[in-house]
């Protein structure tokens, strides 16, 4: 019997969320080549929205049409005002919430899309798909800041629910925050208290300017899971930050793209079988800060969910890929149609391509453009076509 998923849950701000499910983002891959939201956005967001979620999270709008990751929306002004409304109406249709996810690659930002990428420091990425970064200036993080704050005011004005700030997987606010890839020696470096100041800043400029009632929330890394970046002590200090300046949700998931432990590929079988890869983290977290928390990573049945929630050291249910293969997920969990929501193994039985998760992020990205058409999720979906179509190879003739 489902009794904590359907529940209805007031954030700090006031703000009521109607239950305690979240799509958490997706990087869709599916805008206009301006970075306007599309038709298929619209579409895919409109299918999610009625399946029950209480919030979803868009995937990482970027605030710098001049650094990107792939196909991703933009907001670098208000050009683009109407059609996140659009957006923001679809979605919020039966009642779901939509926060707009705001992020800046920084230094991941992949070679043919970004030609002069920018990071905390010129700490660079261990691959040829991407350039060595610039340090950015005094001036430019400053700039950025206001870009973050004048995003949230954006995702306000288009009638979205809230907003929430990419603070995790290796993109810029969590550069600035790591010591592997933040080695300025000026206020911005150094210290944790000074690596951490540009997502308080970031923080307090949208807070500024999209008042008190409205939410705004952070997506953080546990930790980096790489030697000098960024600890699981440090991301408790910073998240602890963040609780005293009033964030309304805390979203906990873990890893960068050079350490993906957030696909689930790396973590120990005791972890996997608790489905929840982060739970010892936040168990923590719960004892130091009383902003509400997200967890993010692993989730997979209804009584894991529910056990999670009872236990009071989570609030909210976080799932990504599930929602590629499962839109009406949220509705059938709460209504006890489905216990679980596993999702393809996607093994090819390949050991070097399997080991690597290169083909897992594509293969559910598909899942979303088949939303995007109006067509329903394949879960038979060959993931030798994905192979070929990701690297332009035939599928080995080995496999």
Known sequence: MIKYLNQPFQLPCGAEVPNRIAKSALSEGIAEADGRPSESLFNLYERWGKGGAGILFTGNVM????HLVNANVMIADDAFLADYATLAQKAQA???QLWMQINHPGRQAPVYLDKAPV??????????????????????ILELIERYGNAALLAKEAGMSGAQIHGAHGYLVSQFLSGLTNVRTDKWGGSLENRAR?????????RAKVGPDFPLGIKINSADFQRGAFTEEESMQVIQMLDAEGMDLIEVSGGTYERAAMVGTQHKESTIKREAYFLEFIVKVRKLVKTPLMLTGGFRSSAAMEAALASGELDFIGMGRPFCVYPNIA????SGERAGCEVPDLLTGVPKIDMSGMLQTPWHMFQLARMGKGL??????????VYEKVTGRKRPEQA
């Not at 605030?63 to 001049?66: E, H």
């Not at 990071?119 to 430019?140: C, I, N, Q």
């Not at 540009?198 to 949208?206: A, K, Q, S």
């Not at 329903?376 to 076509?385: N, S």
């Open 119 to 140: 990071s905390a420091s010129d700490v660079g990425m261990p691959s040829r798909m991407y350039l060595k970064p610039r340090p950015l200036t005094e001036e430019e």
């Open 331 to 334: 509705n059938d969990l709460i």
């Open 94 to 96: 039966n009642g779901t």
């Open 198 to 206: 540009f997502v308080l800043e970031i923080y307090r400029n949208m």
């Open 63 to 66: 605030v710098d049409k001049d």
């Open 376 to 385: 329903e999720p394949d879960l038979d979906m060959d993931i030798w076509m």
